[in-house]
């Protein structure tokens, strides 16, 4: 079950999702033997995160 709700309620936070699917039609499911992520998603999920980490620290992170 996602907890992301509950612990959002005890201190501020942020989700986001980040598409990674596969381009050749096949559904993989989560915690199956099949999943697979296209990896050249990579650096951009590493970029969202790094930035915002930046600004937290900076003090410019703003709602």
Do not use: C
């Not at 996602?2 to 309620?9: C, K, N, S």
């Not at 989700?15 to 992520?37: E, K, N, Q, Y």
């Amino acid at each position: 079950a996602e907890d992301f709700a509950y612990m959002a309620q005890k201190a501020p936070g942020a989700m986001f999702m980040l598409g990674a699917a596969l381009d050749d039609g096949i559904v993989r499911g989560h915690h199956t033997d099949i999943f697979d992520i296209d990896e050249n998603v990579l650096p951009l999920g590493t970029a969202v995160l790094a930035e915002t980490a930046r600004r937290f620290v900076t003090g410019s992170l703003s709602n």
